[in-house]
C-alpha cells in the first residue's frame, strides 16, 4: 500500500513524530493533530484513508471523535486504529464496539503499527464482489423472524430495522450461520476479527451484552452456554 493519507492524532509530539516518520518510509501521506478538536477541523476540509486515534486527548478525547465519525454518514467508512495504553482495555472495547477496526498498544513496534495499517486498509478497499448468482453474502437468513442481509450489512427483526456497529453485526452473521453451534469466546474473536487479535476473550462478553441490548426481544436468541461460550438458538 501506498500513497493513502493517514491522520495521527496523538497529543504527544515525540509519538505523533515517530508515527508520522516511519509512515511516511513506507510511503503514506500523513497529516498529524495534536487534539480531538483539531482532528475533527481537519476531517471535516480534507480527505483522509485512515485515522489512527489516540484516546487519551485533551478537551475531545479519542472515544468521543470515534463515535462523533461513525456515527456521521460522511465520516463513518473511515478506518479507525486506536492507539492505547495496556491499561486502558474498556476503553478499547468501547470503541471497538463503536467501529474502530483495530488496536494498537504502547509502548509499540512502529512496523507492527504499519503493518496493522496496511491490513486494515486492505480490508476496507476490497473490491465490491461481481454481480452474480445469489449466494450467502447475497441473501438474507431468516432466523425467527431476525432477517440478515450480509451483503447490505442490514438486520430487522419483525419487519423494524436494527442498528448494528460493524462488529456486532460481525459477531451477530457468525453466530447466526450456524445455529445450535456452539462457540467460544476465543473462536468468536477468530471468526470475526481473525486469528492472533490482541484482545481478550472479555471483550466478547461485553459485545455480546451490547448486541442483545440492541437486538431487544431477539436479543434472547442468542444464549449462553455456561461454561463453554455462546450460540444462536437453533
Not at 464482489?129 to 425467527?144: C, L, N, Q, T, Y
Request: hydrophobic share 40%; proline share 6%.
Amino acid at each position: 500500500m501506498s500513497g493513502e493519507s493517514v491522520l495521527i492524532v496523538e497529543d504527544e509530539a515525540d509519538i505523533r513524530e515517530l508515527v508520522g516518520y516511519n509512515l511516511a518510509k513506507d510511503g503514506y501521506e500523513t497529516t498529524s493533530a495534536a487534539s480531538g478538536e483539531e482532528a475533527l477541523e481537519l476531517i471535516a476540509i480534507e480527505r483522509f484513508d485512515l485515522v489512527v486515534l489516540d484516546l487519551m486527548l485533551p478537551g475531545i478525547d479519542g472515544l468521543s471523535v470515534c463515535r462523533r465519525l461513525k456515527r456521521d454518514a460522511k465520516t463513518e467508512g473511515i478506518p479507525i486504529v486506536i492507539l492505547t495504553a495496556k491499561g486502558e482495555e474498556p476503553d478499547v472495547v468501547t470503541g471497538l464496539n463503536l467501529g474502530a477496526d483495530d488496536y494498537i498498544t504502547k509502548p509499540f513496534s512502529p512496523k507492527v503499527l504499519s503493518a496493522r495499517i496496511g491490513a486494515v486498509l486492505r480490508r476496507s478497499q476490497a473490491p465490491e464482489p461481481a454481480p452474480g448468482p445469489p449466494d450467502d453474502e447475497g441473501r438474507a437468513v431468516d432466523r425467527h423472524g431476525l432477517v440478515i442481509h450480509a451483503g447490505r450489512h442490514e438486520v430487522f427483526y419483525q419487519g423494524q430495522p436494527i442498528e448494528l456497529t460493524s462488529t456486532e453485526f460481525r459477531v451477530l452473521t457468525f453466530l447466526a450461520g450456524k445455529p445450535g453451534w456452539v462457540f467460544t469466546r476465543q473462536q468468536i474473536l477468530d471468526g470475526v476479527h481473525g486469528s492472533n487479535y490482541a484482545i481478550t476473550d472479555r471483550a466478547v462478553d461485553v459485545q455480546i451484552v451490547g448486541l442483545r441490548k440492541k437486538l431487544g426481544p431477539a436479543g434472547k436468541f442468542i444464549e449462553t452456554v455456561r461454561g463453554v461460550g455462546y450460540r444462536f438458538k437453533e
